[in-house]
C-alpha cells in the first residue's frame, strides 16, 4: 500500500426482505489507521507456479481452500490441475463436455503445510472434471463439489462416504443440482448445506444421510440468487449466509424451525462481484472478496457479523495485485491467517490477522 493516507467514504446499508432499512451508515475511514487495519496491509505468495513447492506441485486454478482441523498449520487446496474453465468446457451451458475432456489426471486435493511448504499428501487424480467447492467439517471429513459431474462428495482421507447428485446430470428437483458450487457442515454434522449454483438460484439442506430437508430461495417478487458462490454457517445467530455473486450482494437466511426468510442482505457501493465469504468466530467478522472488473481490481471486505452492527462494513484490504482473479477464502485454524486462492494467476496468497 502507497505511504499516504487512502480514505475511502463509504455508504453501507442492510435491508431486510421487505426493503426497510434495518442500519444506514455514512463512514470515512482511514486504511491506514490501525484500528481499522484487519489484516496485514503486504499479503505473502504461499504457493504460485513460480515458487512451486519444491517443483513438486504444479498448481492449477484454486478453486477451493479450506483449513485442516488437525493442525493449524495444514492448509488443504482443491484445484484443476491442467485443467481449465473455457468456452468449451460447458458447450450447452449445463452438460460438460466429456467427449473432449476426461478426468483431471493431477492429483487435485493436496494438504500443504502453509509454513514450510511441504506437501504433506496429495490425492484426488482420474476422479475430479471441474473442481469448485470445498470444506471440512468438525469431525475431519473433507466436502468437494464438482461443477461438471454436477455432485457433491464427501471424503475421510480419500476414502468416499457419501455421494449427493446424479454424475452428469444437471437438473432442479429433490435429486439431482446443477453446477454446485460450495458447502458447509453444521458443527454437529446433522446439517449440509449445498449453493446450487451456476444454473439454479438456491440453497439445499440435507440431513447427515443425504436426505433433502429444505431448500433456501428468494421469495417470489424480489431478486433471485444469481450464481450463489459461497457460503457460511453462523449457527449461534441461527444464519446461513452465501455470497450472491451476480448480484453484488451477501444474503443471510434464517435457519430457525427452517424458517427460511431472509434476515439480512448485506449491500454496499464498493461490493463487486461477491466470490467468496468466510467467518470469524473470535473476532464476529465477515471476510469476503470480490473479482475484478474493467473499472475496479479485486477487493476484500471485512464486515460486521455483531447482531447490533450486522452487515456494517468495516474496512477493505487490497490483494497482491491488480491483476489477481480470486475465487475461494480460508482462515486458519488458530484465526491468525486468511488466504486468498485464485485462478488467474494461479496462486495461494496470505495475510496476518493483526487483531
Same mark, same amino acid.
Given at each position: 500500500?502507497?505511504?499516504?493516507?487512502?480514505?475511502?467514504?463509504?455508504?453501507?446499508?442492510?435491508?431486510?426482505?421487505?426493503?426497510?432499512?434495518?442500519?444506514?451508515?455514512?463512514?470515512?475511514?482511514?486504511?491506514?489507521?490501525?484500528?481499522?487495519?484487519?489484516?496485514?496491509?503486504?499479503?505473502?505468495?504461499?504457493?504460485?507456479?513460480?515458487?512451486?513447492?519444491?517443483?513438486?506441485?504444479?498448481?492449477?486454478?484454486?478453486?477451493?481452500?479450506?483449513?485442516?482441523?488437525?493442525?493449524?498449520?495444514?492448509?488443504?487446496?482443491?484445484?484443476?490441475?491442467?485443467?481449465?474453465?473455457?468456452?468449451?468446457?460447458?458447450?450447452?451451458?449445463?452438460?460438460?463436455?466429456?467427449?473432449?475432456?476426461?478426468?483431471?489426471?493431477?492429483?487435485?486435493?493436496?494438504?500443504?503445510?502453509?509454513?514450510?511448504?511441504?506437501?504433506?499428501?496429495?490425492?484426488?487424480?482420474?476422479?475430479?472434471?471441474?473442481?469448485?467447492?470445498?470444506?471440512?467439517?468438525?469431525?475431519?471429513?473433507?466436502?468437494?463439489?464438482?461443477?461438471?459431474?454436477?455432485?457433491?462428495?464427501?471424503?475421510?482421507?480419500?476414502?468416499?462416504?457419501?455421494?449427493?447428485?446424479?454424475?452428469?446430470?444437471?437438473?432442479?428437483?429433490?435429486?439431482?443440482?446443477?453446477?454446485?458450487?460450495?458447502?458447509?457442515?453444521?458443527?454437529?454434522?446433522?446439517?449440509?448445506?449445498?449453493?446450487?449454483?451456476?444454473?439454479?438460484?438456491?440453497?439445499?439442506?440435507?440431513? /447427515?444421510?443425504? %436426505? #433433502?430437508?429444505?431448500? !433456501?430461495?428468494? @421469495?417470489?417478487?424480489?431478486?433471485?440468487?444469481?450464481?450463489?458462490? +459461497? $457460503?457460511?454457517?453462523?449457527?449461534?445467530?441461527?444464519?446461513?449466509?452465501?455470497?450472491?455473486?451476480?448480484?453484488?450482494?451477501?444474503?443471510?437466511?434464517?435457519?430457525?424451525?427452517?424458517?427460511?426468510?431472509?434476515?439480512?442482505?448485506?449491500?454496499?457501493?464498493?461490493?463487486?462481484?461477491?466470490?467468496?465469504?468466510?467467518?470469524?468466530?473470535?473476532?464476529?467478522?465477515?471476510?469476503?472478496?470480490?473479482?475484478?472488473?474493467?473499472?475496479?481490481?479485486?477487493?476484500?471486505?471485512?464486515?460486521?457479523?455483531?447482531?447490533?452492527?450486522?452487515?456494517?462494513?468495516? /474496512?477493505?484490504? %487490497? #490483494?497482491?495485485?491488480? !491483476?489477481?482473479? @480470486?475465487?475461494?477464502?480460508?482462515?486458519?485454524?488458530?484465526?491468525? +491467517? $486468511?488466504?486468498?486462492?485464485?485462478?488467474?494467476?494461479?496462486?495461494?496468497?496470505?495475510?496476518?490477522?493483526?487483531?
Amino acid at each position: 500500500m502507497n505511504s499516504f493516507i487512502y480514505l475511502l467514504t463509504f455508504f453501507s446499508v442492510i435491508y431486510n426482505i421487505n426493503g426497510r432499512i434495518i442500519s444506514f451508515n455514512n463512514k470515512t475511514i482511514n486504511q491506514n489507521n490501525s484500528s481499522n487495519s484487519i489484516l496485514s496491509k503486504k499479503p505473502l505468495i504461499l504457493f504460485s507456479i513460480e515458487n512451486s513447492i519444491r517443483n513438486e506441485l504444479k498448481l492449477g486454478q484454486v478453486s477451493g481452500l479450506a483449513s485442516s482441523i488437525s493442525n493449524p498449520n495444514h492448509l488443504i487446496i482443491f484445484h484443476r490441475g491442467s485443467r481449465k474453465w473455457n468456452q468449451q468446457s460447458f458447450p450447452d451451458v449445463y452438460n460438460f463436455n466429456r467427449k473432449k475432456f476426461g478426468a483431471i489426471r493431477e492429483n487435485t486435493i493436496l494438504t500443504v503445510n502453509s509454513q514450510t511448504g511441504e506437501i504433506i499428501n496429495q490425492w484426488g487424480n482420474n476422479t475430479f472434471y471441474m473442481p469448485h467447492g470445498l470444506t471440512t467439517d468438525n469431525q475431519g471429513n473433507v466436502w468437494l463439489t464438482d461443477v461438471a459431474m454436477h455432485q457433491v462428495f464427501k471424503y475421510s482421507g480419500n476414502k468416499l462416504l457419501l455421494t449427493l447428485g446424479e454424475l452428469f446430470v444437471p437438473g432442479d428437483d429433490t435429486k439431482h443440482f446443477c453446477k454446485p458450487t460450495d458447502v458447509v457442515v453444521s458443527k454437529d454434522g446433522s446439517n449440509i448445506y449445498v449453493s446450487d449454483g451456476y444454473c439454479n438460484s438456491r440453497i439445499v439442506k440435507f440431513d /447427515s444421510n443425504g %436426505k #433433502l430437508i429444505k431448500q !433456501y430461495q428468494m @421469495p417470489l417478487g424480489k431478486m433471485p440468487l444469481i450464481v450463489p458462490h +459461497s $457460503l457460511i454457517l453462523i449457527e449461534s445467530l441461527n444464519l446461513i449466509c452465501v455470497a450472491d455473486r451476480e448480484n453484488q450482494r451477501i444474503v443471510c437466511f434464517n435457519t430457525k424451525n427452517d424458517e427460511g426468510n431472509v434476515k439480512y442482505i448485506i449491500e454496499n457501493t464498493l461490493l463487486n462481484t461477491v466470490y467468496a465469504i468466510t467467518y470469524d468466530s473470535t473476532r464476529n467478522y465477515i471476510y469476503a472478496i470480490s473479482g475484478k472488473t474493467r473499472f475496479s481490481p479485486a477487493i476484500g471486505y471485512t464486515f460486521s457479523a455483531n447482531p447490533k452492527s450486522f452487515g456494517n462494513l468495516i /474496512s477493505t484490504w %487490497k #490483494l497482491l495485485d491488480k !491483476y489477481g482473479e @480470486p475465487h475461494d477464502l480460508t482462515m486458519s485454524l488458530d484465526g491468525r +491467517s $486468511l488466504f486468498v486462492g485464485e485462478i488467474r494467476p494461479n496462486r495461494i496468497i496470505s495475510f496476518d490477522i493483526l487483531n
